[in-house]
């Protein structure tokens, strides 16, 4: 059974650092691209960053460009998410995800961190 389960959220004030882990589970990830999505509340779940299976190719929304770094360990089947410099706007449930082997869609979820920024 494939899992993807996050950690490192939590509560942090504005301009502070954050890094969420996302280790998975029954199955290897390293020829799968795996993304980070966050959903703030009455919004809907964008994408916020992600890594092909190579880990050459990485895409960041401009919200987060300069601020936020995807990484990947293939050895420990962990993707992270370094978040610095947040911003009150940063608040919402992060998720981790992957796709199928050498695929484009996301088809494995995490249950989600919650990260919050106090202004």
């Known amino acids: 059974q494939v899992q993807l389960v996050e950690s490192g959220g939590g509560l942090v004030q504005a301009g502070g650092s954050l890094r969420l882990s996302c280790a998975a589970s029954g199955r290897t990830f390293s020829r799968n691209i795996m993304g980070w999505f966050r959903q703030a509340p009455g919004k809907e779940r964008d994408i916020v960053a992600s890594?092909?299976?190579?880990?050459?190719?990485?895409y960041y929304a401009d919200s987060v460009k300069g601020r936020f770094t995807i990484s990947r360990d293939n050895g420990k089947n962990t993707v992270y998410l370094q978040m610095n410099s947040l911003k009150p706007e940063d608040t919402a449930v992060y998720y981790c995800?992957?796709?199928?082997?050498?695929?484009?869609?996301?088809?494995?979820w995490g249950q989600g961190t919650q990260v919050t920024v106090s202004s």
């Open positions: 890594l092909g299976w190579s880990g050459g190719s990485t």
């Open positions: 995800a992957a796709t199928s082997e050498y695929g484009t869609k996301y088809d494995y």
